[in-house]
């Protein structure tokens, strides 16, 4: 049965599924044998990440604290901001550079009873054009002497999207004719298993379905015109009002004899916009003299254009909808990733800190783009016409500086 | 629904049938399973701002163990 109609089944009889699943759970809570199971470390994590690619540069702080309030119940709390300027080449072909702020702040309980444990999440993002509340809630239930974990999520969404508009005096403002929204559910189910005393694998499946406004209230898509000098016009994106989509991956993660460790991730993903990607992700992980961990990465993502995608429409209107966002197009991307992580002591630190790392980490990625032109180098006068542009192709870097304390 | 209820079912009888299994892996043989370097996500701050960045960039989505909201896209 595919994600997708689960996920119509689960709408249309939501109370009888839910009531087998959680007998289901009920009797593994009681089968099982009691090995008590463990929150996750008290910590806290304090990080600088900066993107620079394609003409925008993203950067600020983020700060994760989880504390455990006795050995059943924890919390978890993140603050993450981000300051984006932007001329990508979106922004070139159809508006000006800008410059934007998003603040993202959340909030996490952990309960566990027994060998399962349950989790809520609430989590609200800003920016001055789109505000988004999420709710996720969460169990997970160790089993088979804890070999397996197996582990189920839902995921809901209210999204507001909004158009900012330039005032007079040059300013932006939020356009006060422009409201959209859009709501987001999404279904998870995880199985992680030790295979051997070397090996541990896991499963994750998830279905997400969106509804409402999808496409961006700025970006455009462009159609032939003779009439125009570039040989080319444009018009407003149009996205359809639904978008479901499953996405299954599995990690096999292997500890190797010199203490290291060595994990392959490989996920498949489609929609119902005919967008198919697969994802092929190896780390590999490596201790060094007692205080430091390294990190590589290399990770391939290849994926198709969604049903509706043109870089160039043979005219305007051309079908129901239309897009030319390239993150729907058909295209290849490649990331390297380097990572160092120092442990280390402070003398005069206070007794109830355990143990704190210095980290960081630089990733480098390059997407070629199979179908998405450079419109910003039509140039009729030289001979390169509206769609006969060189493919466009992102070379972006993702730094990441954070310390980590455990107390 | 029918082919449903048989699958939760089936899985149900195999699950509790399942619970007599003796763990293969000791739980004194996980000394190497319980290392840090093998934790499947050993830094969340750092993941989750890596899952976010891949998000933004590709068409796919999901399946990462992540969540969150909005946008910071364009």
């Known amino acids: 049965m595919t994600m997708s109609r689960m996920v119509r089944l689960m709408k249309g009889q939501p109370g009888k599924l839910l009531a087998l699943a959680l007998l289901a759970l009920t009797m593994l809570g009681h089968g099982s044998t009691s090995f008590a199971g463990v929150l996750a470390e008290d910590r806290a994590d304090a990080l600088y990440h900066r993107y620079q690619g394609g003409g925008?540069?993203?950067q600020g702080p983020s700060v994760l604290v989880r504390k455990k309030l006795g050995e059943n119940f924890a919390v978890n709390a993140n603050y993450y901001m981000d300051f984006v300027t932007s001329a990508s080449i979106d922004v070139k072909l159809s508006a000006s550079q800008y410059k934007e702020q998003r603040t993202q702040k959340s909030l996490g309980f952990e309960f566990l009873h027994g060998k399962t444990t349950y989790t809520a999440n609430v989590i609200n993002s800003k920016e001055s054009d789109y505000t988004a509340d999420t709710a996720t809630f969460g169990l997970s239930q160790d089993m088979f002497g804890d070999l397996t974990t197996v582990s189920l999520g839902y995921r809901r969404g209210w999204n507001h999207v909004y158009r900012?508009?330039?005032?007079p005096d040059g300013g932006k403002v939020r356009d006060p004719t422009f409201a959209q929204q859009m709501d987001t559910r999404a279904y998870t189910v995880g199985l992680s298993q030790i295979l051997t005393r070397n090996l541990i694998a896991s499963l994750n499946v998830e279905a997400i379905t969106d509804e409402g406004y999808l496409n961006s209230p700025y970006r455009s898509v462009r159609y032939a015109d003779?009439?125009?000098?570039?040989?080319?016009?444009l018009q407003s994106e149009i996205y359809p009002r639904t978008h479901t989509s499953q996405a299954t991956a599995v990690v096999l993660k292997y500890y190797l004899p010199w203490r290291a460790a060595i994990e392959g991730n490989y996920r498949f993903y489609s929609d119902?916009?005919?967008?198919?990607?697969?994802?092929?992700?190896?780390?590999?992980t490596h201790p060094w003299h007692g205080r430091w961990i390294f990190d590589g990465r290399l990770r391939y993502y290849t994926q198709t254009q969604a049903d509706f995608y043109s870089d160039l429409f043979p005219r305007r209107d051309f079908q129901n909808f239309l897009a030319r966002d390239k993150e729907l197009?058909?295209?290849?991307?490649?990331?390297?990733?380097l990572g160092a992580s120092y442990e280390f002591s402070v003398p005069w630190a206070p007794k109830w800190i355990q143990k704190s790392t210095l980290n960081a980490r630089l990733d480098h990625i390059l997407i070629d783009y199979d179908n998405f032109r450079d419109a910003t180098k039509t140039n009729p006068g030289n001979g390169i016409l509206a769609g006969a542009e060189p493919l466009y192709r992102l070379n972006a870097n993702v730094f990441q500086l954070f310390l980590s304390v455990w107390f | 629904m029918r082919i449903a209820k048989l699958v939760?079912?089936?899985?149900?009888?195999?699950?509790?049938?399942?619970?007599?299994?003796?763990?293969?892996?000791?739980?004194?043989?996980?000394?190497h399973l319980a290392d840090p370097i093998m934790a499947f996500d050993?830094?969340?701050?750092?993941?989750?701002?890596?899952?976010h960045v891949f998000d933004a960039r590709e068409g796919a989505r999901g399946a990462t163990g992540g969540s969150g909201g909005g946008c910071g896209c364009n």
Do not use: H
């Open chain 1, 164 to 167: 900012n508009i330039k005032d």
């Open chain 1, 329 to 337: 197009a058909s295209y290849t991307g490649y990331t390297i990733g």
């Open chain 1, 272 to 284: 119902s916009w005919g967008v198919n990607a697969n994802t092929l992700d190896l780390t590999y």
């Open chain 2, 42 to 51: 050993r830094d969340p701050v750092s993941s989750a701002y890596l899952d």
């Open chain 1, 226 to 233: 003779a009439g125009d000098p570039r040989g080319f016009a």
């Open chain 1, 56 to 58: 925008v540069e993203i």
């Open chain 2, 8 to 31: 939760v079912l089936v899985g149900m009888g195999a699950v509790v049938s399942g619970c007599s299994i003796q763990p293969w892996v000791k739980p004194y043989e996980r000394e």
